[in-house]
């Protein structure tokens, strides 16, 4: 991308490497949200290589942590910017997995199942949610013979966008606390999950 560019950077200092925090005009990473894990990569320009470790948002601005390989970094110098692709597309998979598990809960064990949290990174997906009392050997079965049908269905993954309030009115979970602006992400699997989602997703749940 030609027209992206570094509008301010600042060093920090670590023990061990100098490290540094990048904002850009616009970016492809994705910022730690809802759970998931910022993206790496690596930025390019024609004198420098930066790893780019993890990515955060603050208020509005998106900031890219990460390290120098080689070279130095200047304010509106244009940047290649290169995703690790292998790790979000691991990221992915353990994302729509939370939300075929979220609606698996709720059939099972009833509509009162509220998600308090998640984390979604390459390794791994945790989904907390609240329940009257801990799940027997039988109930985990269930859950989990219910998901793995999804996922063997094969079934689409499909994104809309819409005014919050459609949303709403269509069932599209939201969870408890979370903030949304006017208009949200729709994310829904068939006609089994519903939910408003901002993170990635694959395309087909098999």
């Known amino acids: 991308d030609s027209e992206l560019k570094i509008i301010k950077y600042r060093k920090v200092k670590s023990k061990t490497k100098e490290q540094f925090q ?26 420098a ?17 990460g390290y120098l390989e080689r070279g130095e ?32 809960l709720k059939q099972v064990l009833g509509p009162h199942i509220q998600q308090k949290g998640s984390l979604v990174d390459a390794e791994r997906a ?10 027997t050997a039988n109930e985990i079965d269930q859950i989990e013979n219910l998901v793995n049908a999804k996922i063997r269905a094969n079934q689409i993954v499909d994104t809309v966008l819409m005014p919050i309030e459609k949303a709403r009115e269509t069932g599209a979970v939201a969870l ?5 602006g ?25």
């Open 22 to 47: 990048l904002v850009f005009n616009r970016t492809p990473f994705y910022a730690e949200s809802g759970g998931q894990v910022g993206d790496q990569g690596y930025i390019v320009t024609e004198q």
């Open 182 to 206: 006017d208009e949200v992400r729709v994310l829904s699997i068939g006609d089994f999950s519903k939910e408003l989602c901002g993170g990635t997703h694959v395309s087909q749940t098999g």
């Open 73 to 104: 970094l200047h304010v509106q110098d244009q940047v290649e910017a290169s995703i690790d692709q292998q790790r979000r597309s691991a990221i992915r998979l353990n994302h729509t997995a939370t939300h075929l598990l979220h609606a698996a």
């Open 126 to 135: 945790r989904f907390d949610f609240s329940h009257f009392e801990a799940l």
């Open 49 to 65: 290589r930066f790893k780019v470790e993890d990515t955060q948002r603050h208020g509005q601005a998106i900031i890219h942590y």
């Open 176 to 180: 408890f606390g979370e903030k949304y």
